[in-house]
């Protein structure tokens, strides 16, 4: 390629510092330039990646110590990025909070396992010269963090800004790379972040624009990439092997009240060997021709008018999974496919097959990393049935419970660690549905998109066999 290459961590000294913003910013401004860039983010994150994904033009890759080794962890990044002008990896909350006191999930474990240089983002508000000593402590706590440079935000003007950059110069050797004053309209947009799916074009690629232009002329992007430029490639990855048998057809919602899916996830489905068909919940009227169903998460509340709305496709959706057909729901997935969600003293009707009733609260019902413990009516779990299952790492986060289950309800899952469905379960199955309230990551010792592939497979043989019932993995 004969041209330089640049990646970096962008991290901050706590959250709600507007690293995301930054992030999402210095992705547009650099593409802008021509350069390709390849987004990151740490941790197990749906919506900071949309964004970055549609700032960048390239779908984001999520990086995860709770998840995947760190041999995998520097795979996947090599995966994506050996072939781009920019690796940009956004972090989650301070670069040195993590899980435990030694630090092993932090931002700067990340950077020192990666090599990436720290571009550090600080909420200067209400600062002048205290800033140095908080350099100078985040320099000296990990002498292995390289602390290419920091982007001050927040500023109360230019007559702030002056000072700070005065304070840093004399007291460090941290170059500023940035200092971007306080807006009213990137505010606005801070808001909208977590709110607003960035998979509704229209108003989201406005946001992006605006941030970009904010950036582009508050940040020094030369400098940028002088302080992150790298001459070491990464590793060209083997291709992924693509499964020799006919490919199966997995309908896909991909719309704007459903759109969490990582990246790893969807080619791993397709490795698998099944052809992803979207469709759009609000606005289909039918499924499209298909052995199996996914759907993921997103923001069902948001759209359950128009959800209700589309009743075509709600009942064939219900036909689909009443005869049988292989579906699986994760978080918003699971609303959808339930009877009805109630939310801000509405109610709209879903789609019915599962036996319960969403509703939607204030503070979150689940959130942050689970672990699961398979059990023997997982209907694509191994099936060495004589095999203990070892347990399944993911996450969860959701706002909204179950209600009404039947009594004698099915789980495909024990919670070890999180809440699930009650605290206790998650992963309710119906014939060959399963939905749960977890998100499953592709990962080296949870690979449920090849399971997930041949359970749609070898139901689809069952189908065009007519064959007795004993030989499908789910007939109980």
Request: glycine share 8%; charged share 20%.
């Amino acid at each position: 390629m004969g041209h330089s290459m640049h990646r970096f961590l962008v991290s901050a000294a706590h959250k709600s510092s507007g690293k995301t913003t930054l992030s999402i910013g210095l992705a547009a401004a650099l593409r802008q330039r021509r350069l390709s860039v390849q987004p990151f983010k740490k941790g197990p994150d749906y919506i900071d990646p949309l964004w970055l994904g549609l700032a960048a033009g390239r779908s984001c890759c999520n990086l995860d110590f709770f998840l995947s080794p760190d041999d995998e962890i520097r795979a996947q990044f090599a995966r994506h990025g050996y072939d781009v002008d920019v690796c940009l990896v956004e972090g989650n909350k301070g670069l040195y909070d993590g899980l435990d006191l030694k630090g092993s999930n932090s931002n700067a474990a990340l950077a020192r396992l990666l090599d990436l240089p720290v571009i550090l983002v600080l909420d200067a508000r209400g600062m002048t010269r205290g800033i140095a000593p908080l350099i100078l402590g985040y320099q000296a706590f990990d002498r292995e963090i390289n602390i290419a440079g920091v982007i001050l935000n927040r500023l109360g003007g230019h007559r702030h800004e002056s000072k700070l950059r005065a304070v840093i110069e004399h007291y460090t050797d941290v170059p500023v790379i940035g200092a971007v004053q306080e807006d009213a309209r990137l505010a606005l947009v801070e808001r909208h972040l977590g709110l607003m799916p960035a998979n509704e074009t229209g108003a989201a690629e406005r946001h992006v624009a605006e941030i970009a232009q904010v950036v582009a002329q508050q940040v020094d992007l030369e400098k940028l990439l002088a302080a992150t430029a790298t001459t070491n490639p990464l590793p060209q990855p083997l291709p992924l092997r693509a499964s020799s048998e006919t490919p199966v057809h997995i309908a896909i919602a991909r719309d704007a009240a459903f759109g969490f899916y990582y990246a790893d996830d969807l080619l791993a489905l397709q490795a698998a060997g099944a052809e992803l068909v979207s469709f759009d919940a609000r606005r289909d009227a039918h499924l499209p021709a298909c052995d199996g169903i996914f759907i993921g998460g997103g923001f069902p509340e948001s759209f359950m008018d128009e959800l209700e709305a589309n009743a075509t496709l709600r009942a064939e959706i219900l036909d689909a999974i009443e005869t049988g057909l292989p579906a699986y729901a994760e978080c918003g997935g699971l609303m959808y496919l339930a009877r009805s969600i109630a939310w801000k003293g509405q109610r709209r009707r879903m789609v019915g097959a599962i036996a319960g009733d969403i509703v939607m609260h204030e503070k979150p019902v689940g959130r942050g990393y689970v672990v699961l413990q398979p059990g023997a009516a997982h209907p694509w779990g191994q099936r060495d049935a004589a095999a203990e299952q070892p347990p399944l790492r993911a996450h969860e986060f959701h706002y909204s419970s179950i209600e009404n289950l039947p009594a004698d309800t099915t789980f495909a899952y024990t919670m070890l660690r999180g809440h699930g469905v009650d605290g206790r379960h998650d992963g309710i199955i119906y014939k060959n549905l399963l939905a749960s309230y977890t998100h499953l990551r592709a990962t080296a010792g949870c690979d449920w998109p090849t399971r997930f592939v041949q359970f749609v497979r070898s139901a689809r043989k069952g189908k065009d066999q007519r064959a007795q019932p004993e030989s499908h993995p789910c007939s109980r």
